[in-house]
C-alpha cells in the first residue's frame, strides 16, 4: 500500500469517527432536552431522597443527564430480577447526580448495568496467595470492563435514607469516574494539572487519616471502608460528600473543598 493509499485511508476513517460523533452529539442534545415522563419524575421523587434538595436550577440538568444514561446504558436484570422501569430510573438518576453542573463523558467505560435483586457471592482473590478464591457476599461492584453491578434491595433503601451516609449507587459511579483514565487508584480526571497536587496532598493527607482511625476502633463521618484503599476512600468519600454534606464539611473542611472544587457542587447549601 502506497503513502497516498495510507493517507487516504486514514482520512476515511477520520471522516467515520468525526460523523459518529456529531451523531452522537446531537442525538444526545436531542435525548437531554426531552422532558421526563411524568411516571419518571414520580419514581425520582419517591425513591431519591437527594433529588428533593437540588436546587430547581438543576433539576431540568438532571433530567437531561438521566436520559442520556437511560438511552446509552444496557441495564440487565439478574438472579431472577425483572428489569423494570422503577429500576433503571431509580439508579440513572443518583448516577446523573454525580455529571451536574460540569462537563461529562457519561462514564464512557460503562456499557451495561447488572441489577441483582439482593446481595450477591461472587468469587474473588484470596489474600492466601495466587489462584486462590473465595466466595464474597458483595453490594455492587464497578469494573474497567464496562460494567456496574448493583444489588437493588440497598439501592432503593439507601437512596431514600440520607442519614446512613452509605449509598452505593454513587459509591460505584464513583469508581467509574476514578477509573475513566484507566486506573482505580483514587485519582479522577481533574481539570487541569496544576490540581493534581493539590488532590494528592489533601486526599493523600485524609485518607491516612481514616487509616489511623481505622486502626485504632475510632469512628469518623467516613465509613471505615474508606481505608481499605485510595480508590475505596475516594468512592467513600464521594458518598459522604452528598448524604453527610455538612458533617464531612464540619470534620474534614479541606476534603469537603476538595471535592466541591472537583464535583462543582455545594451540598452543604442544599440542606
Known amino acids: 500500500m502506497g503513502i497516498l493509499s495510507i493517507i487516504l485511508f486514514a ?22 432536552h426531552t422532558p421526563l415522563p411524568g411516571k419518571w419524575l414520580e419514581i425520582v421523587k419517591r425513591n431519591v431522597a437527594l433529588y428533593n434538595y437540588i436546587p430547581e436550577t438543576l433539576k431540568n440538568e438532571l433530567a437531561g443527564h438521566m436520559q442520556i444514561i437511560l438511552a446509552e446504558k444496557n441495564f440487565e436484570g439478574c438472579g431472577g430480577l425483572e428489569m423494570t422501569d422503577e429500576i433503571k430510573v431509580t439508579v440513572a438518576a443518583q448516577a446523573a447526580i454525580l455529571l451536574l453542573n460540569r462537563k461529562t463523558k457519561y462514564f464512557p467505560v460503562v456499557d451495561s448495568i447488572l441489577v441483582y435483586p439482593h446481595t450477591y457471592v461472587a468469587n474473588r ?5 495466587y489462584n486462590v478464591t473465595k466466595e464474597t457476599a458483595l453490594l455492587g461492584e464497578s469494573s474497567t470492563s464496562g460494567t ?15 442519614s446512613s451516609g452509605h449509598n452505593v449507587v454513587l459509591h460505584e459511579f464513583a469508581h ?11 485519582v479522577p480526571v481533574l481539570d487541569k494539572w496544576s490540581s493534581y497536587a493539590t488532590w ?5 493527607k485524609e485518607y491516612d487519616l ?3 482511625e481505622v486502626k485504632h476502633h475510632k469512628k469518623d463521618v467516613m465509613d471505615a471502608y474508606g481505608a481499605t484503599n485510595p480508590a475505596e476512600f475516594f468512592a467513600v468519600a464521594t458518598e ?25 457542587l455545594d451540598p452543604v447549601k442544599w440542606f
Not at 11 to 23: N, S
Not at 125 to 129: D, I, Q, R, T
Not at 200 to 204: A, E, N, S, T
Open 148 to 162: 456496574v453491578v448493583l444489588a437493588w434491595d440497598h439501592v432503593k433503601q439507601r437512596t431514600i435514607d440520607l
Open 125 to 129: 482473590p484470596s489474600e492466601l496467595g
Open 176 to 186: 467509574q469516574l476514578d477509573q475513566e483514565d484507566g486506573r482505580g487508584d483514587g
Open 210 to 212: 481514616l487509616c489511623d
Open 200 to 204: 494528592g496532598r489533601i486526599l493523600g
Open 11 to 32: 482520512a476515511v476513517i477520520l471522516a467515520i469517527f468525526v460523523i459518529k460523533r456529531i451523531k452522537r452529539n446531537l442525538k444526545r442534545r436531542r435525548l437531554f
Open 240 to 264: 459522604t460528600f452528598f448524604d453527610k454534606a455538612k458533617a464531612m464539611k464540619s470534620k474534614h473542611p479541606a476534603l469537603y473543598e476538595e471535592l466541591k472544587e472537583y464535583y462543582k
